[in-house]
Protein backbone atom coordinates (compact mmCIF):
# COMPACT_ATOMS: atom_id res chain seq x y z
CA UNK A 1 0.00 0.00 0.00
CA UNK A 2 1.24 3.61 -0.85
CA UNK A 3 -0.27 6.03 1.23
CA UNK A 4 -1.00 9.57 -0.54
CA UNK A 5 0.50 12.63 0.55
CA UNK A 6 -2.68 13.97 2.75
CA UNK A 7 -3.49 10.82 4.20
CA UNK A 8 0.36 10.13 5.34
CA UNK A 9 0.87 13.85 6.52
CA UNK A 10 -2.73 12.95 8.44
CA UNK A 11 -1.51 9.46 9.36
CA UNK A 12 1.77 10.88 11.07
CA UNK A 13 -0.12 14.14 12.96
CA UNK A 14 -2.55 11.38 14.29
CA UNK A 15 0.64 9.42 16.14
CA UNK A 16 3.08 10.87 18.14
CA UNK A 17 7.16 11.05 17.25
CA UNK A 18 7.31 7.49 18.05
CA UNK A 19 4.62 6.83 15.51
CA UNK A 20 2.38 5.16 17.96
CA UNK A 21 -1.34 5.98 18.71
CA UNK A 22 -2.47 7.47 21.92
CA UNK A 23 -5.97 8.81 21.23
CA UNK A 24 -8.65 10.19 23.24
CA UNK A 25 -12.47 9.59 22.18
CA UNK A 26 -14.14 13.19 22.95
CA UNK A 27 -16.83 12.15 20.29
CA UNK A 28 -19.37 10.55 22.62
CA UNK A 29 -22.97 11.57 22.75
CA UNK A 30 -25.58 9.74 23.84
CA UNK A 31 -23.28 8.21 27.02
CA UNK A 32 -22.81 11.72 28.01
CA UNK A 33 -26.24 13.64 27.19
CA UNK A 34 -28.15 10.95 28.58
CA UNK A 35 -26.41 11.38 32.18
CA UNK A 36 -27.08 14.75 31.96
CA UNK A 37 -30.41 15.00 30.54
CA UNK A 38 -31.44 12.25 33.27
CA UNK A 39 -30.14 14.58 36.17
CA UNK A 40 -31.59 17.31 34.96
CA UNK A 41 -34.98 15.34 34.46
CA UNK A 42 -35.50 16.57 30.92
CA UNK A 43 -35.50 15.24 27.46
CA UNK A 44 -32.86 16.56 26.27
CA UNK A 45 -29.61 17.40 28.53
CA UNK A 46 -28.75 21.23 28.67
CA UNK A 47 -26.09 22.00 25.54
CA UNK A 48 -23.77 24.10 27.79
CA UNK A 49 -22.84 21.47 30.06
CA UNK A 50 -22.68 18.63 27.18
CA UNK A 51 -20.24 20.93 25.46
CA UNK A 52 -18.63 22.06 28.69
CA UNK A 53 -17.69 18.24 29.90
CA UNK A 54 -16.20 17.92 26.63
CA UNK A 55 -13.85 21.28 26.57
CA UNK A 56 -12.88 19.81 30.08
CA UNK A 57 -11.85 16.51 28.37
CA UNK A 58 -9.96 18.31 26.17
CA UNK A 59 -8.44 20.53 28.45
CA UNK A 60 -7.09 17.89 31.00
CA UNK A 61 -6.46 14.87 28.99
CA UNK A 62 -4.73 16.15 25.66
CA UNK A 63 -1.10 16.36 27.13
CA UNK A 64 -1.50 12.82 27.11
CA UNK A 65 -3.13 12.11 23.86
CA UNK A 66 -1.45 11.97 20.64
CA UNK A 67 -4.75 13.07 18.95
CA UNK A 68 -8.22 13.73 19.84
CA UNK A 69 -11.31 12.78 18.46
CA UNK A 70 -13.86 15.70 18.34
CA UNK A 71 -17.52 16.17 17.03
CA UNK A 72 -19.43 18.71 15.37
CA UNK A 73 -21.96 19.26 17.65
CA UNK A 74 -20.31 20.26 20.90
CA UNK A 75 -16.82 19.04 21.25
CA UNK A 76 -15.66 21.44 18.33
CA UNK A 77 -17.76 24.89 18.80
CA UNK A 78 -16.76 25.02 22.72
CA UNK A 79 -13.67 22.77 22.54
CA UNK A 80 -11.16 23.57 19.60
CA UNK A 81 -9.90 26.59 21.16
CA UNK A 82 -8.51 24.83 23.84
CA UNK A 83 -6.87 22.03 21.77
CA UNK A 84 -3.20 22.70 21.02
CA UNK A 85 -2.45 22.51 17.36
CA UNK A 86 0.32 20.73 17.68
CA UNK A 87 -2.21 17.93 19.45
CA UNK A 88 -4.16 15.88 15.85
CA UNK A 89 -7.59 16.56 15.14
CA UNK A 90 -10.22 13.45 14.29
CA UNK A 91 -13.51 14.72 13.19
CA UNK A 92 -16.50 11.98 13.47
CA UNK A 93 -19.02 12.45 10.56
CA UNK A 94 -21.48 9.36 11.49
CA UNK A 95 -24.55 10.62 13.38
CA UNK A 96 -25.14 8.97 16.80
CA UNK A 97 -28.96 8.15 15.91
CA UNK A 98 -28.87 5.36 14.10
CA UNK A 99 -31.89 3.86 12.25
CA UNK A 100 -33.21 0.58 14.05
CA UNK A 101 -34.91 -1.52 11.53
CA UNK A 102 -36.71 -5.15 11.59
CA UNK A 103 -33.83 -6.71 10.01
CA UNK A 104 -30.59 -4.71 11.68
CA UNK A 105 -29.16 -0.51 12.23
CA UNK A 106 -28.07 1.61 9.44
CA UNK A 107 -26.09 4.20 9.39
CA UNK A 108 -26.16 7.86 8.14
CA UNK A 109 -23.86 10.77 8.31
CA UNK A 110 -24.51 13.82 10.74
CA UNK A 111 -26.98 16.34 8.62
CA UNK A 112 -25.02 19.18 7.19
CA UNK A 113 -21.69 17.60 7.67
CA UNK A 114 -19.05 16.26 5.19
CA UNK A 115 -15.86 14.71 4.63
CA UNK A 116 -15.31 18.14 2.39
CA UNK A 117 -15.92 20.25 5.87
CA UNK A 118 -13.88 18.39 7.63
CA UNK A 119 -10.79 18.85 5.35
CA UNK A 120 -11.75 22.45 5.06
CA UNK A 121 -11.64 22.97 8.73
CA UNK A 122 -8.12 21.28 9.17
CA UNK A 123 -9.35 17.92 10.35
CA UNK A 124 -6.39 15.77 9.87
CA UNK A 125 -8.77 12.51 9.87
CA UNK A 126 -12.39 11.34 9.14
CA UNK A 127 -13.82 8.93 11.82
CA UNK A 128 -17.06 6.90 10.97
CA UNK A 129 -18.59 4.14 12.94
CA UNK A 130 -20.82 1.20 11.15
CA UNK A 131 -22.79 -0.62 13.37
CA UNK A 132 -21.96 -4.48 11.63
CA UNK A 133 -23.66 -7.91 11.91
CA UNK A 134 -22.22 -10.01 9.46
CA UNK A 135 -25.12 -12.90 9.99
CA UNK A 136 -27.38 -10.07 9.30
CA UNK A 137 -29.90 -10.16 6.01
CA UNK A 138 -27.77 -9.01 2.90
CA UNK A 139 -30.14 -5.73 1.83
CA UNK A 140 -29.01 -4.69 5.44
CA UNK A 141 -25.56 -5.50 5.06
CA UNK A 142 -25.34 -3.67 1.62
CA UNK A 143 -26.50 -0.78 2.76
CA UNK A 144 -23.96 -0.83 5.28
CA UNK A 145 -21.26 -1.48 3.06
CA UNK A 146 -22.19 1.09 0.36
CA UNK A 147 -22.21 3.73 2.93
CA UNK A 148 -18.31 2.94 4.30
CA UNK A 149 -17.65 3.09 0.74
CA UNK A 150 -19.35 6.11 -0.23
CA UNK A 151 -17.19 7.83 2.48
CA UNK A 152 -13.77 5.96 1.70
CA UNK A 153 -14.23 7.42 -1.68
CA UNK A 154 -14.55 10.91 -0.52
CA UNK A 155 -11.98 10.53 2.07
CA UNK A 156 -9.77 9.33 -1.16
CA UNK A 157 -11.03 12.29 -2.99
CA UNK A 158 -10.34 15.45 -0.22
CA UNK A 159 -6.84 13.45 0.52
CA UNK A 160 -7.73 12.62 4.20
CA UNK A 161 -7.31 9.82 6.29
CA UNK A 162 -10.16 7.31 6.81
CA UNK A 163 -10.54 5.85 10.92
CA UNK A 164 -13.20 3.22 10.28
CA UNK A 165 -14.87 2.07 13.41
CA UNK A 166 -16.91 -1.50 13.76
CA UNK A 167 -19.13 -2.34 16.46
CA UNK A 168 -21.39 -5.26 16.64
CA UNK A 169 -25.11 -4.83 17.79
CA UNK A 170 -28.08 -7.29 18.71
CA UNK A 171 -30.27 -8.26 16.41
CA UNK A 172 -34.00 -8.76 17.34
CA UNK A 173 -34.12 -12.26 18.23
CA UNK A 174 -31.15 -11.99 19.94
CA UNK A 175 -31.17 -12.80 24.40
CA UNK A 176 -29.67 -9.29 25.05
CA UNK A 177 -30.82 -6.15 23.75
CA UNK A 178 -29.39 -2.79 23.95
CA UNK A 179 -29.45 0.56 22.33
CA UNK A 180 -26.10 1.81 23.91
CA UNK A 181 -22.56 2.61 22.91
CA UNK A 182 -21.23 -0.20 24.81
CA UNK A 183 -20.19 -3.96 23.95
CA UNK A 184 -22.54 -6.35 22.97
CA UNK A 185 -23.56 -8.76 25.51
CA UNK A 186 -23.09 -12.19 24.22
CA UNK A 187 -21.18 -11.25 21.28
CA UNK A 188 -19.55 -13.82 19.04
CA UNK A 189 -15.40 -13.76 18.04
CA UNK A 190 -16.60 -15.17 14.69
CA UNK A 191 -18.95 -12.35 14.28
CA UNK A 192 -16.44 -9.81 15.27
CA UNK A 193 -13.82 -11.52 12.99
CA UNK A 194 -15.82 -11.54 9.84
CA UNK A 195 -16.88 -8.34 10.25
CA UNK A 196 -13.50 -7.27 9.86
CA UNK A 197 -13.28 -9.34 7.06
CA UNK A 198 -15.99 -7.95 5.05
CA UNK A 199 -14.52 -4.65 5.52
CA UNK A 200 -10.70 -5.05 4.91
CA UNK A 201 -11.57 -5.26 0.72
CA UNK A 202 -9.23 -1.73 -0.83
CA UNK A 203 -12.45 -0.84 -2.05
CA UNK A 204 -13.46 0.49 1.31
CA UNK A 205 -10.63 2.87 1.71
CA UNK A 206 -10.17 2.07 5.11
CA UNK A 207 -6.64 3.86 6.35
CA UNK A 208 -6.85 2.62 9.97
CA UNK A 209 -9.09 0.49 11.81
CA UNK A 210 -10.51 1.58 15.24
CA UNK A 211 -11.42 -1.98 16.57
CA UNK A 212 -13.26 -4.08 19.64
CA UNK A 213 -11.87 -6.56 21.32
CA UNK A 214 -12.69 -10.02 19.87
CA UNK A 215 -13.26 -11.51 23.06
CA UNK A 216 -16.05 -9.83 25.41
CA UNK A 217 -13.90 -7.63 28.08
CA UNK A 218 -14.28 -9.29 31.16
CA UNK A 219 -13.13 -12.56 29.40
CA UNK A 220 -9.56 -11.60 28.61
CA UNK A 221 -7.38 -12.22 31.30
CA UNK A 222 -4.06 -9.91 32.68
CA UNK A 223 -1.76 -12.46 31.42
CA UNK A 224 -1.39 -14.46 28.35
CA UNK A 225 -3.99 -17.36 26.86
CA UNK A 226 -3.29 -19.18 23.77
CA UNK A 227 -7.31 -19.01 22.65
CA UNK A 228 -7.63 -15.60 23.78
CA UNK A 229 -4.56 -14.36 21.91
CA UNK A 230 -5.22 -16.12 19.08
CA UNK A 231 -8.58 -14.22 18.42
CA UNK A 232 -6.55 -11.13 18.63
CA UNK A 233 -4.22 -12.53 16.08
CA UNK A 234 -6.35 -13.32 13.57
CA UNK A 235 -8.43 -9.81 14.01
CA UNK A 236 -4.65 -7.95 13.47
CA UNK A 237 -3.95 -10.75 10.36
CA UNK A 238 -7.99 -9.80 8.62
CA UNK A 239 -7.47 -5.84 9.08
CA UNK A 240 -4.30 -5.93 7.15
CA UNK A 241 -3.06 -2.21 8.03
CA UNK A 242 -2.67 -0.27 10.85
CA UNK A 243 -5.59 -1.16 13.58
CA UNK A 244 -6.23 0.15 17.35
CA UNK A 245 -8.09 -0.61 20.29
CA UNK A 246 -11.54 1.14 21.16
CA UNK A 247 -12.90 0.63 24.81
CA UNK A 248 -16.61 0.36 24.70
CA UNK A 249 -17.30 1.10 28.05
CA UNK A 250 -15.00 -1.54 29.48
CA UNK A 251 -13.44 -0.62 33.05
CA UNK A 252 -9.73 0.26 33.25
CA UNK A 253 -8.50 -3.09 34.27
CA UNK A 254 -10.10 -5.07 31.45
CA UNK A 255 -9.31 -2.62 28.93
CA UNK A 256 -5.77 -2.32 29.76
CA UNK A 257 -5.72 -6.29 29.35
CA UNK A 258 -7.65 -6.21 25.73
CA UNK A 259 -4.41 -3.52 24.89
CA UNK A 260 -1.82 -6.15 26.46
CA UNK A 261 -3.27 -8.51 23.83
CA UNK A 262 -3.62 -6.13 20.99
CA UNK A 263 -0.44 -5.25 20.95
CA UNK A 264 1.00 -8.42 21.06
CA UNK A 265 -1.08 -9.44 17.41
CA UNK A 266 0.09 -6.06 16.01
CA UNK A 267 -2.30 -3.14 17.50
CA UNK A 268 -0.23 0.56 17.31
CA UNK A 269 -2.36 2.39 20.23
CA UNK A 270 -5.49 2.88 20.98
CA UNK A 271 -8.51 5.03 20.73
CA UNK A 272 -10.75 5.19 23.57
CA UNK A 273 -12.94 7.28 25.83
CA UNK A 274 -15.36 6.19 28.78
CA UNK A 275 -12.42 3.76 30.10
CA UNK A 276 -10.48 7.07 30.50
CA UNK A 277 -12.99 9.57 31.60
CA UNK A 278 -16.15 8.01 32.53
CA UNK A 279 -14.93 7.17 36.22
CA UNK A 280 -14.44 11.19 36.63
CA UNK A 281 -17.83 11.89 34.67
CA UNK A 282 -19.74 10.22 37.58
CA UNK A 283 -19.01 13.34 39.31
CA UNK A 284 -21.86 15.16 37.31
CA UNK A 285 -22.88 17.84 38.09
CA UNK A 286 -19.61 18.74 40.81
CA UNK A 287 -17.72 20.29 37.93
CA UNK A 288 -14.79 20.79 40.94
CA UNK A 289 -14.94 17.07 41.69
CA UNK A 290 -14.76 16.19 37.84
CA UNK A 291 -11.81 18.33 36.79
CA UNK A 292 -9.93 17.08 39.70
CA UNK A 293 -10.74 13.07 38.98
CA UNK A 294 -9.92 13.78 35.25
CA UNK A 295 -6.53 15.49 36.55
CA UNK A 296 -5.30 12.31 38.80
CA UNK A 297 -7.36 9.02 38.18
CA UNK A 298 -7.44 9.31 34.17
CA UNK A 299 -4.44 11.30 33.92
CA UNK A 300 -2.80 8.47 35.60
CA UNK A 301 -4.82 5.92 33.72
CA UNK A 302 -3.35 7.30 30.40
CA UNK A 303 0.04 7.10 31.55
CA UNK A 304 0.11 3.64 32.25
CA UNK A 305 -1.20 2.90 28.99
CA UNK A 306 1.20 4.85 27.12
CA UNK A 307 3.75 3.82 29.11
CA UNK A 308 2.38 -0.05 27.99
CA UNK A 309 2.05 1.47 24.30
CA UNK A 310 5.38 2.52 24.37
CA UNK A 311 6.66 -1.09 25.12
CA UNK A 312 4.45 -3.16 23.18
CA UNK A 313 2.81 -1.50 20.55
CA UNK A 314 3.90 -1.17 16.90
CA UNK A 315 4.83 1.67 15.01
CA UNK A 316 1.83 2.48 12.17
CA UNK A 317 3.97 3.59 9.75
CA UNK A 318 5.90 -0.08 9.83
CA UNK A 319 2.90 -2.19 9.48
CA UNK A 320 4.08 -4.71 6.96
CA UNK A 321 1.35 -3.42 4.29
CA UNK A 322 3.71 -0.56 3.39
CA UNK A 323 6.18 -2.75 2.54
CA UNK A 324 10.03 -3.68 4.27
CA UNK A 325 10.78 0.33 4.18
CA UNK A 326 7.42 1.18 5.77
CA UNK A 327 5.21 4.43 4.73
CA UNK A 328 7.04 6.94 3.29
CA UNK A 329 6.08 9.96 0.66
CA UNK A 330 6.37 9.32 -2.71
CA UNK A 331 7.57 10.20 -5.31
CA UNK A 332 9.83 11.82 -3.50
CA UNK A 333 11.66 13.60 -6.20
CA UNK A 334 10.77 16.62 -8.44
CA UNK A 335 7.91 14.80 -10.62
CA UNK A 336 5.52 14.95 -7.26
CA UNK A 337 4.28 18.15 -8.24
CA UNK A 338 3.04 17.06 -11.66
CA UNK A 339 1.77 13.61 -10.48
CA UNK A 340 -0.16 14.76 -7.45
CA UNK A 341 -3.64 15.47 -8.69
CA UNK A 342 -6.04 18.65 -7.51
CA UNK A 343 -9.21 15.93 -6.23
CA UNK A 344 -8.55 11.86 -5.63
Not at 72 to 92: D, E, M
Not at 154 to 175: G, M, S
Not at 332 to 342: E, K, T
Request: proline share 6%; with cysteine.
Amino acid sequence: MQLSAGKLWGMRRMADAGGLFKMTAVDQRPPIKGPIAKHHGTAEAPWEDVAGFKALLVETLQDQSSAMLLDPHFAIPKGIGKLSPTKGLIVTLEDSIFEETEDGRLSSEIDDWSVAKIKRMGGDAVKVLTWYRPDAPKHINDKQKDFTKRIGEACARYDIPFLFELLVYPLKDDAHQTTDYVEMTGKRTDHVLQSVADFAHPDFGIDVFKLESPVAAKDVPEGGDAKVQAAFDEMGRLAGRPWVMLSAGAGKADFRNILAHAYRAGASGYLAGRAIWLEAFGHYPDWDAMRSGLETGSVDYMRDLNALTDQAATRWDKHPVFGPEGALFAPADQSFRHSYSDFG
